[in-house]
């Protein structure tokens, strides 16, 4: 089955790209979730238009990741979320608050999308977070949770 990627999909692709997948895995799997759309020829228009919009969020060549890999491990970043008074959070620590509170501290957008959180964020304290700049460029940002 041929099909078009609409996200990021571990080991297959980024978004805007075709690819060929087992009929089961696309029909089951990737098309009921929303990462994929079948290929057809007006849907390879899409696909231009994908890519196009991912290059332009995308960062610019892997210098400038570096220097923005830099930045982030050179401190710790705070995020400023809701808690209890015995340090438990109300819900968890979300990839929106961590590119946002990346972002201040960057001066540079992160994609929410990029960010690779292990086990959710539940606690205030110090965790530790993988940022995916560039495909050969990753950051490991340690973040400060901290009572807003």
Do not use: C
Not at 24 to 29: F, L, S, V
Not at 63 to 69: D, N
Not at 82 to 97: H, I, M, N, P
């Amino acid at each position: 089955m041929k099909i078009i990627l609409t996200q990021e999909v571990s080991g297959l692709g980024g978004p805007g790209d075709v690819v060929e997948v087992k009929d089961g895995y696309g029909r089951n799997y990737l098309l009921p979730r929303g990462d994929a759309i079948r290929w057809s020829k007006g849907a390879e228009r899409t696909a231009e238009s994908i890519k196009a919009a991912r290059s332009s969020r995308a960062v610019r060549d892997e210098q400038h990741a570096v220097e923005i890999k830099t930045r982030l491990e050179a401190e710790p970043v705070a995020v400023k979320v809701k808690a209890g008074e015995s340090g438990r959070l109300f819900g968890a620590v979300t990839s929106a608050d961590i590119a946002a509170a990346l972002g201040e501290a960057s001066g540079e957008s992160v994609d929410r999308r990029t960010i690779a959180i292990g086990n959710p964020i539940k606690s205030l304290g110090s965790h530790e977070v993988s940022v995916k700049l560039h495909d050969e460029v990753a950051a490991r940002v340690t973040l400060n949770v901290i009572p807003a």
